[in-house]
């Protein structure tokens, strides 16, 4: 990321004058002072971090870190809760967390989530709701009876499971819960689990780099359009697979054309692999089932084998019927057999730690293939992990309802975010465009104005984001999460 140091400069108007009495100028207030240390720590703080994204530190963990350590200095300096609040706002990760959620910046309907979910313990408190734990104690008699099913079908989660690819039982109850999202399933025996999509991929780099290997084939490319999700690329490098990036366009949404994949697929003939996010991290913008129908007939007319890595971690963040529309797609004549579907709770259930993850292969020999990236990795997946596992597939199950509060508190935070930035531009004039998503994921993707960059976006606003250069673009570009902090509203 290029050094534009004139961009950073010290927050205006944050204090207000002294108003003056009887003659004399009135000493600012606590609060007042506070604000103005905060914003010349967020000036000082801009100034150590700059040069850490130039010589090309991870620019995600980068911001993230540089949020953390203010936070904290600022503790230490005993600044008000409500000054660090309004100066320090985190939107550099994706992840919600439900037990901030506010019942003024966000609904007193969504404060019961936690509980819903069953994430809240017995009498925990959010914003003056005190959590029941019904669902808590409901998930953890579930894991329960779940053991005791397994070990009916002599099936020990405590002993080896040498493939590590998880139980059938699981497997046969992921396999229906893709037939309730998508409209159509996988066998339950092309169903991986893994924790997190990341670790799915990761597996399935590992896996698929052998496989070639085994058929003699070394030099092995994954096309991944650009702006994308970066780490990813970082797992491919690692198992010696070339990276191909194809830059997208905004005139055309961030998202590859079928004319540029097929120059990519022409161009470079050891491409192998095309890594899609669907719905994408970072721009929030999605493919329509028309551009992926033309993107997925030139995956068909190439002259070699080629495999979508279908990357489905925002799936179901948006509209479902939507959604469920574009994953038909998946399921048309020539194309599942292609496809590898990586899944996640992550972000569609607001369950990052939880970790519950899953591949779906269309095609039977290419999952065979592949399993030793699982059973390399580990020898088994962990015995309680998967007992929760099963639990929480059931909730959603039994209760799709709370899948639907999710998806509207997102949608909340999205369209309060858009206010948000549409309201500071107005006063600091940082951006040149404030773009619409298409309604999923939890990100805002939006061009800076010359001369603005990340760092003069906190400095002037108290807002962290990440730079695009850590998606493979330009740093013009920023994205901003409606993750952890609430969002305030914004007068019209």
Avoid at 78 to 83: F, L, Q, S
Avoid at 277 to 298: G, I, K, Q, W
Avoid at 470 to 484: H, K, M
Wanted: charged share 25%; proline share 5%.
């Amino acid at each position: 990321m290029a050094s534009r140091r004139s961009a950073s400069v010290a927050t205006p108007d944050i204090v207000p004058a002294s108003p003056k009495t009887n003659g004399k100028t009135r000493p600012p207030s606590k609060t007042q002072a506070a604000r103005v240390t905060v914003a010349r720590l967020r000036d000082e703080a801009c100034e150590r971090a700059r040069p850490e994204v130039g010589v090309g530190g991870a620019p995600i963990r980068v911001m993230a870190r540089m949020v953390s350590e203010l936070a904290a200095q600022c503790r230490e300096l005993d600044v008000p809760r409500a000054v660090m609040a309004e100066g320090i706002v985190n939107r550099t990760i994706g992840d919600v967390d439900v037990r901030r959620i506010s019942a003024r910046d966000d609904g007193a309907e969504y404060v019961t989530l936690a509980d819903e979910m069953g994430l809240a313990l017995p009498g925990e408190r959010f914003d003056g709701y005190t959590a029941t734990g019904e669902r808590y104690r409901w998930l953890h008699e579930r894991m329960l009876d779940y053991e005791r099913q397994l070990l009916e079908r002599h099936i020990d989660l405590r002993v080896y499971d040498l493939p590590a690819l998880g139980n059938p039982l699981l497997r046969e109850m992921l396999a229906e819960h893709a037939k309730r999202l998508w409209g159509f399933t996988v066998a339950p025996g092309q169903i991986y689990l893994s924790l997190g999509s990341l670790d799915g991929l990761d597996k399935f780099w590992r896996g698929y780099k052998m496989m070639m290997r085994q058929r003699g084939v070394d030099q092995i490319a994954v096309l991944f359009p650009a702006p994308g999700f970066n780490v990813p690329e970082w797992q491919a490098t690692s198992f010696g697979l070339r990276i191909h990036r194809v830059v997208t366009r905004a005139a055309n949404g961030f998202k590859i054309t079928p004319e540029e994949l097929r120059a990519a697929l022409e161009d470079a003939p050891d491409i192998r692999l095309f890594y899609l996010t669907v719905s994408s991290n970072p721009t929030a913008f999605a493919y329509t089932p028309d551009e992926l129908r033309a993107l997925f007939a030139v995956v068909r007319a190439c002259d070699r084998e080629i495999t979508i890595v279908a990357d489905l971690a925002y799936i179901g963040t948006g509209d479902p019927d939507a959604d469920r529309a574009r994953m038909r797609t998946f399921n048309e004549p020539g194309t599942l057999e292609r496809s590898v579907l990586v899944n996640s709770f992550s972000k569609t259930h607001t369950l990052t730690g939880d970790r519950l993850g899953w591949v779906a292969f269309g095609d039977a020999q290419l999952a065979a293939g592949v399993a030793a990236g699982w059973a390399n990795s580990m020898a088994t997946l962990p015995s309680d992990w998967q007992l929760r596992y099963m639990a929480i597939v059931e909730l959603y199950q039994q209760r799709p309802e709370i899948e639907d509060k999710i998806r509207a508190l997102y949608r909340l935070r999205r369209e309060r975010l858009g206010r948000q930035l549409q309201a500071l531009n107005k006063k600091h004039h940082l951006f040149a465009k404030i773009n619409l998503d298409d309604g999923g994921t939890v990100y805002n993707w939006s061009q800076l104005a010359p001369g603005e960059d990340v760092f003069s976006l906190f400095s002037k606003t108290g807002i962290a984001g990440v730079p695009g250069g850590a998606f493979g673009y330009s740093d013009d570009f920023v994205r901003l999460s409606v993750g952890c902090i609430p969002i305030p509203a914004v007068a019209d």
